[in-house]
C-alpha cells in the first residue's frame, strides 16, 4: 500500500480509530480511578434531587481529575455523583448514603478556594475532593433527614 493508498483511507479510519481509543481510555480511568466500584457498591435509586449542580470539578480517588465534568445532587437519602456521558461512557451515575459519607478539610494541597474531602464508606471506599462552598450548598440543601453535622469545620 502506498501513500496515496493510505491517504484515502485515512478519513474512514481515523474516526474509527480515534472513538475506539476514546471508549479504551475512559473505560481504564472509571476502572482505575474506582468509579467502577463505587457504582456497583452504591448503586443509584429514583430519589429525587433538592440540589443539583453540574459542570463541577472535582478529584475521585487523587486520581481522576474532573474538571467541569461532574454532576453533584442533594437527595433527601444521599448524594449522588454522576458523570457527562461523553467524558464517562462507561459509568453509571451513584448515590452515597448520608450517613457513609465522612468530612474532612483539605489543607496545602490547592492554591485557590478551600477544598473538602469526602470518605465514602465506614471501609474508606473512595474519596472525592470538591470545593468547600459546594459541599457547604449541598448540605444546606439536604435539610434535616440527610446529612446531621456533616459539615467541613
Request: aromatic content about 14%.
Amino acid at each position: 500500500m502506498d501513500a496515496t493508498q493510505l491517504m484515502d483511507w485515512f478519513p474512514y479510519v481515523f474516526p474509527v480509530f480515534f472513538v475506539c481509543m476514546w471508549l479504551g481510555v475512559t473505560k481504564l480511568l472509571a476502572w482505575k480511578s474506582g468509579w467502577e466500584e463505587l457504582q456497583d457498591l452504591y448503586p443509584d435509586r429514583d430519589d429525587p434531587a433538592l440540589l443539583s449542580l453540574h459542570f463541577q470539578s472535582g478529584v475521585l480517588n487523587a486520581m481522576l481529575q474532573m474538571s467541569g465534568v461532574l454532576g453533584l445532587a442533594a437527595t433527601r437519602t444521599g448524594l449522588r455523583l454522576r458523570i457527562l456521558r461523553l467524558f464517562g461512557p462507561f459509568c453509571r451515575p451513584f448515590l452515597v448514603p448520608w450517613r457513609e459519607i465522612r468530612v474532612e478539610p483539605v489543607t496545602g494541597r490547592f492554591v485557590f478556594g478551600r477544598y473538602v474531602r469526602l470518605h465514602f464508606g465506614t471501609a474508606d471506599r473512595g474519596t472525592l475532593e470538591i470545593s468547600e462552598r459546594t459541599w457547604q450548598r449541598l448540605v444546606r440543601h439536604a435539610g434535616p433527614a440527610g446529612v446531621a453535622g456533616q459539615s467541613a469545620r
